[in-house]
């Protein structure tokens, strides 16, 4: 197994999931994802290729049915988060602690409105993981690991 090899896998798995589920089409009518039958939602086509990692816009729960799919959450305190933001967007703290609130916000409202779920139940990942607790590198360790456990 060549860890170079894996990595580009990833890499690219990620960016064409990323661009399919950002620039992917879904019709809203009065406020509502008018799809009912999400066979024709680009996640779930794209999960059903397989060797795609998925990131965000519902896809846990779109993908939830699915057995091989595998549902990481990754948690942070939100002091860190914050720090974080502030670093990455070069702003003051008190404008990243804004951000990250009305981004959590609106996660928590879109997956509860389209998708009746809350998104912070730990029952609804086959993983969460404490970034806070657990380096970014050794988190990344241990979803390949679980991943590949399962193959």
């Known amino acids: 197994m060549n860890p170079d090899q894996i990595a580009a896998q990833v890499e690219g798995s990620v960016a064409y999931g990323l661009s399919a589920t950002f620039y992917g089409e879904c019709t809203v ?8 039958n999400f066979d ?3 996640i779930l086509r794209l999960a059903e290729m397989g060797n795609v990692v998925l990131v965000g816009r519902g896809a846990a729960f779109i993908l939830g049915h699915l057995p091989q799919a595998f549902h990481v959450r990754l948690v942070a305190s939100v002091e860190s988060r914050v720090t974080h933001m502030a670093e990455l967007r070069g702003t003051s703290k008190k404008t990243a602690l804004a951000y990250v609130e009305a981004e959590d916000k609106a996660r928590q409202r879109f997956i509860r409105r389209y998708f009746q779920v809350d998104v912070a139940d730990p029952l609804l990942y086959n993983l969460v993981i404490n970034v806070d607790r657990t380096p970014i590198d050794e988190a990344a360790r241990i979803v390949g690991d679980a991943v590949l456990a399962r193959i």
Not at 29 to 36: L, P, V, Y
């Open 29 to 36: 009518k009065d406020g509502r994802i008018a799809e009912r």
């Open 40 to 42: 024709t939602y680009e």
